[in-house]
């Protein structure tokens, strides 16, 4: 007869019936740059980076905001909404693809600086789409062991960027968001519709791969790159189809969304996508890019920070989440507000 799995006594973990946010938190690096300065190295201009991006700044870190520098600070800020401290955490989930160092993870680091020492820690990559892909393994989590699992998008893309590639350099900004996910009687964290187009993986990509560097010594430093009309193409003509079933999967109406926060590509890709759903004018859509530029797996909670700090949202407000990205990956979910 073969063994069988048999769990020592003690309590089972039980999961809670749902799952909701509890709080967000965010950090934004302290230097600002400016359309101008980024122009200063390609042939652009302020008023065209503007037009086509909807963007004026961006936020890139210093030697001193590391990945984990921002996420402990963000981290820090969500654990302070939710009413909660770090000790209670059962797991730290970090969306990122620009941590340079393949191990350990960085979640393992900021895990051990906010003093969650008995928390799981990992990171997952799914480029911008990432902290929507974090947020449904949390929800999951939550649902099937109980507890408190914190999400973090953290990334700092002025390491991977090449300063003198004009697709790139205008868009691109560093910065961290945060969210505490923990138990609720009530849905709050809907159905998770994601997946991935393999056969577009070259739309978004690193230049060459890292071993590149040790096999030529003149070799450029790895930087990313991506074909801005293949990208604006797929995010607006499919990946507003995913946002649809989306709110089918939740049972939330068009008309019954309160909040729009997709992914901050860019200003005509979010407009774009707000009026193919046929949104409302009293939903709120977030434009954070216009200031923070695209921080790709940070940009959804850091713009969801930014509107609660506004009057323009409130707690149990609906919002629609849709990441989407490298990959070509994506991941949309609806949730409430904390």
């Not at 089972?12 to 934004?28: D, F, N, S």
């Not at 990171?123 to 902290?131: N, T, W």
């Not at 939550?142 to 999400?151: I, Q, S």
């Given at each position: 007869?073969?063994?069988?799995?048999?769990?020592?006594?003690g309590p089972?973990?039980?999961?809670?019936?749902?799952?909701?946010?509890?709080?967000?938190?965010?950090?934004?690096?302290?230097?600002?740059?400016?359309?101008?300065?980024?122009?200063?190295?390609?042939?652009?201009?302020?008023?065209?980076?503007?037009?086509?991006?909807?963007?004026?700044?961006?936020?890139?870190?210093?030697?001193?905001?590391?990945?984990?520098?921002?996420?402990?600070?963000?981290?820090?800020?969500?654990?302070?909404?939710?009413?909660?401290?770090?000790?209670?955490?059962?797991?730290?989930?970090?969306?990122?693809?620009?941590?340079?160092?393949?191990?350990?993870?960085?979640?393992?680091?900021?895990?051990?600086?906010?003093?969650?020492?008995?928390?799981?820690?990992?990171?997952?990559?799914?480029?911008?789409?990432?902290?929507?892909?974090?947020?449904?393994?949390?929800?999951?989590?939550?649902?099937?062991?109980?507890?408190?699992?914190?999400?973090?998008?953290?990334?700092?893309?002025?390491?991977?960027?090449?300063?003198?590639?004009?697709?790139?350099?205008?868009?691109?900004?560093?910065?961290?968001?945060?969210?505490?996910?923990?138990?609720?009687?009530?849905?709050?964290?809907?159905p998770v519709?994601?997946?991935?187009?393999?056969?577009?993986?070259?739309?978004?990509?690193?230049?060459?791969?890292?071993?590149?560097?040790?096999?030529?010594?003149?070799?450029?430093?790895?930087?990313?790159?991506?074909?801005?009309?293949?990208?604006?193409?797929?995010?607006?003509?499919?990946?507003?189809?995913?946002?649809?079933?989306?709110?089918?999967?939740?049972?939330?109406?068009?008309?019954?969304?309160?909040?729009?926060?997709?992914?901050?590509?860019?200003?005509?890709?979010?407009?774009?996508?707000?009026?193919?759903?046929?949104?409302?004018?009293?939903?709120?859509?977030?434009?954070?890019?216009?200031?923070?530029?695209?921080?790709?797996?940070?940009?959804?909670?850091?713009?969801?920070?930014?509107?609660?700090?506004t009057n323009?949202?409130?707690?149990?407000?609906?919002?629609?989440?849709?990441?989407?990205?490298?990959?070509?990956?994506?991941?949309?979910?609806?949730?409430?507000?904390?």
């Amino acid at each position: 007869m073969k063994a069988r799995i048999t769990p020592a006594p003690g309590p089972a973990a039980a999961g809670a019936p749902h799952a909701r946010i509890l709080g967000v938190g965010g950090y934004r690096p302290r230097r600002v740059v400016t359309n101008d300065e980024v122009c200063a190295r390609i042939d652009s201009t302020d008023e065209w980076i503007r037009t086509r991006t909807g963007i004026v700044t961006r936020a890139w870190a210093g030697p001193d905001e590391t990945l984990a520098d921002m996420g402990v600070a963000a981290s820090g800020k969500a654990l302070a909404a939710a009413g909660i401290t770090a000790d209670a955490l059962d797991c730290v989930i970090v969306a990122t693809f620009t941590h340079l160092k393949q191990t350990p993870a960085v979640a393992t680091g900021i895990a051990h600086r906010l003093g969650a020492h008995a928390a799981a820690a990992f990171d997952i990559s799914a480029g911008c789409a990432g902290f929507v892909h974090a947020l449904a393994l949390a929800a999951d989590t939550v649902r099937g062991r109980g507890g408190h699992v914190l999400v973090i998008g953290a990334e700092r893309m002025s390491d991977l960027l090449d300063l003198d590639d004009r697709s790139t350099a205008v868009i691109f900004g560093d910065g961290a968001g945060a969210a505490v996910v923990g138990p609720s009687p009530t849905p709050a964290i809907g159905p998770v519709i994601w997946g991935a187009d393999g056969s577009q993986s070259d739309a978004v990509t690193q230049t060459v791969p890292w071993d590149a560097l040790r096999l030529d010594r003149d070799q450029r430093w790895p930087a990313l790159t991506q074909k801005g009309q293949q990208v604006f193409r797929w995010a607006v003509y499919e990946v507003s189809k995913v946002a649809r079933r989306a709110l089918d999967a939740a049972g939330v109406a068009v008309d019954d969304l309160d909040v729009f926060i997709p992914h901050q590509a860019n200003v005509r890709i979010i407009d774009a996508m707000a009026r193919n759903l046929g949104l409302p004018e009293r939903t709120v859509v977030a434009r954070d890019v216009s200031t923070a530029g695209n921080t790709s797996g940070a940009s959804i909670p850091l713009a969801m920070d930014a509107l609660m700090a506004t009057n323009d949202v409130g707690p149990g407000d609906l919002a629609l989440l849709i990441g989407f990205g490298a990959g070509l990956s994506y991941a949309a979910t609806v949730v409430a507000l904390p």
